[in-house]
């Protein structure tokens, strides 16, 4: 199926008429390797000119073969280039929640940078990173740019526009490092609320799409763990183990009171178009509740 010129919208309108769910929508990303690039950024930052193609592709390379996701990252309103070149090496797997940022002379040296984060200087700040990719989706540029602005007056030090996330129809979208934390539509609340929420150890369930270290079935199972429970602490109902099951999943996680079994039901959405750009229907995986039930 294709769409017609005069149906055109932009995607994130598309997805706020249809109230696309964010439940269980968290791409993986364990461990991530954060590389400013202050100037303009292509569709795919780190491959496309302005920036070093070839250097890009090694770069990229390195990065995924390591087992990480490279992210471009840039001060918001800044386009001069820095002297130095800073990266910074993220882990976000859970209780091994860590930040390292350090510098090399040029571009060119990251290639050198060892991929373990046994360099550079740890620290203990959130960072908060906010896609205003406007090259791979202009809703990302519109309403990002609205969350960062909001976010650099309240927290300049920890906040940063990033290349692309995946999501785009969630637009303004972002995500909370050391821990992963995604969110959508955050244009749409208080992203000032995300952060404060994060200094108190807690998420935001209406903006939260789940978290980049773990699994789509568990992000799920947890949204209705705390839709029904209420607690919103970040590392409430910890993952046991999930299985396939009929046409979804059971997923068992950790809580104060005892385990909870969490059943899933997997569907797919009506067909659907999931970024600005694209031409044919697609249809998205979605998650609906079955039960929840203690087994402690």
Sequence with gaps: MTLAVEQWAPCSDRARERSDPLVGTGPRGLRWFLIEVAGSWGQNALLDAPFDRELGRAL???IEGAGMRPLAIR????RAAPKAQRWAIVDSRPGRERVV????PDAAALIDVPLDGSTGTPSSQPVYCVCTHARHDRCCAVRGRRVVAALAESRPDETWECSH?????????MVVFPHGLYYGYADDGDPVRIADAFDAGRIVPDRYRGRSSLTHPVQAAQHFAREALGDERIDSYAPIAEEAADTGWRVRLGDDRGDLVVELEETRSEPLLSTCAATRFVQVRQYALRSIASNG
């Design 101 to 104: 940022w350090g510098e090399v």
């Design 165 to 173: 996330l995946g999501g785009d129809r969630f637009a303004g979208t």
């Design 75 to 78: 001060r918001t309103g800044r």
């Design 60 to 62: 990229v390379r390195r």
